[in-house]
T-cell receptor, first 114, second 113 residues
């Protein structure tokens, strides 16, 4: 089945130690998104790639970076995680950016910062 | 800017009872509206979407939603709740060519015996 895969499902990192979260897709979608979801809150968009074009949300901290080396893979890098970065990180894809195309979500990676 | 408001952060129903989860939107242009469900420690799964084709939208797992422009609402319903429906439900909106899904704050549905 075509899907969005996130690895690892659970990640523990230390305060200030860089961490990378991975997302891959077999849907061949043009757009890949990264969301942050804190406990009991709605997902919040961090940034997205439209093909190779990177689009950052205005309020996304500089501590968060992303890479998309090819259509299938997208990475979220947190350069110096703080305690406030503990959250569920969700990757999503869509065929295009208009409302006609829904977003498909991966299972998420739960990040713990110690 | 577009937004959605979900009334009721927690809703509890008995198994077999009607499920009604409320969502109101704010948008200056015709919106695209979505309902997603999230089970604990899982990603979001699309239940249904409104893209102006029909005002009554049927989704998966017996859920449906009706777009009412006059009330700026897109409430989610299911005639008979099942224990497996217990989850967090998010209403979301995209407008025009914007790439951003704007989510409501979510409603946690509890189903009791």
């Amino acid at each position: 089945d075509a899907m969005v895969i996130q690895n690892p499902r659970y990640q523990v990192t230390q305060f200030g130690k860089p961490v990378t979260l991975s997302c891959s897709q077999t849907l061949n979608h043009n757009v890949m998104y990264w969301y942050q979801q804190k406990s009991s809150q709605a997902p919040k968009l961090l940034f997205h790639y439209y093909d190779k074009d990177f689009n950052n949300e205005a309020d996304t901290p500089d501590n968060f970076q992303s890479r998309r080396p090819n259509t299938s893979f997208c990475f979220l890098d947190i350069r110096s995680p703080g305690l406030g970065d503990a959250a569920m990180y969700l990757c999503a894809t869509s065929r295009d950016r208009t409302g006609n195309y829904e977003q498909y979500f991966g299972p998420g990676t739960r990040l713990t910062v110690t | 800017a577009q937004s959605v408001t979900q009334l009721g952060s927690h809703v509890s129903v008995s198994e077999g009872a009607l499920v009604l989860l409320r969502c109101n939107y704010s948008s200056s242009v015709p919106p695209y509206l979505f309902w997603y469900v999230q089970y604990p420690n899982q990603g979001l799964q699309l239940l249904l979407k409104y893209t102006s084709a029909a005002t009554l939208v049927k989704g998966i797992n017996g859920f449906e939603a009706e777009f009412k422009k006059s009330e700026t609402s897109f409430h989610l319903t299911k005639p008979s709740a099942h224990m497996s429906d217990a989850a967090e439900y998010f209403c979301a909106v995209i407008t025009g060519t914007a790439s951003k899904l704007t989510f409501g704050t979510g409603t946690r549905l509890q189903v009791t015996l």
